[in-house]
């Protein structure tokens, strides 16, 4: 389940996202927002809590490998995905990303792995784009970057790769 995403790809996830007005679209744009806009892996996102995001400075605190700190920007759009979200979740502390329940409730429960890879699942269905892993939008992510000409050793630090030769080969 592995591809490589193109913007248009990316741009009609989040018109997938846009078309669900319920809670659970709200959040999987979120979601998106915070895997592409950026470049978190899947576990980091799963273990993001409220308390983790700043959205004054548009900054996320996240725990990477190895327990790892660093300190990853949203995009303005990305800060306002999760305006949108914590609008209809509660800022109560805890895990940033739930589950949804039925009549969009949502339990202050903390959001796994596997889930995330079936919503993007269901999301790829439903925007008709070629199927990916949460992996691909990290690697998208990273890929932008220098491609806008951010230099390796800031892409390195943004990615919370060890080695800059990891970074290098995206």
């Not at 004054?56 to 949203?74: A, M």
């Not at 925007?127 to 230099?151: I, W």
Request: aromatic share 6%; glycine share 8%.
């Amino acid at each position: 389940m592995a591809g490589h995403l193109e913007s248009d790809e990316i741009g009609k996830l989040f018109d997938a996202c846009a078309a669900d007005e319920t809670a659970k679209g709200i959040r999987d744009a979120a979601i998106l927002a915070v895997l592409y806009g950026c470049g978190l892996r899947r576990g980091e996102l799963v273990r993001l809590d409220v308390e983790d995001v700043d959205l004054e400075d548009g900054s996320i605190l996240v725990e990477g490998k190895r327990r790892k700190q660093r300190t990853v920007y949203l995009t303005e759009s990305g800060a306002a995905y999760i305006r949108r979200w914590l609008a209809v979740r509660g800022d109560d502390p805890g895990p940033l990303f739930n589950p949804v329940r039925q009549k969009d409730k949502v339990p202050v429960k903390r959001l796994g792995g596997e889930s995330v890879s079936y919503i993007l699942k269901r999301r790829q269905q439903q925007a008709k784009v070629a199927s990916f892993s949460p992996h691909d939008l990290r690697r998208a992510n990273v890929t932008a970057l220098l491609d806008a000409g951010v230099d390796v050793f800031t892409v390195q630090r943004l990615a919370g790769h060890a080695d800059s030769s990891t970074t290098a080969r995206y």
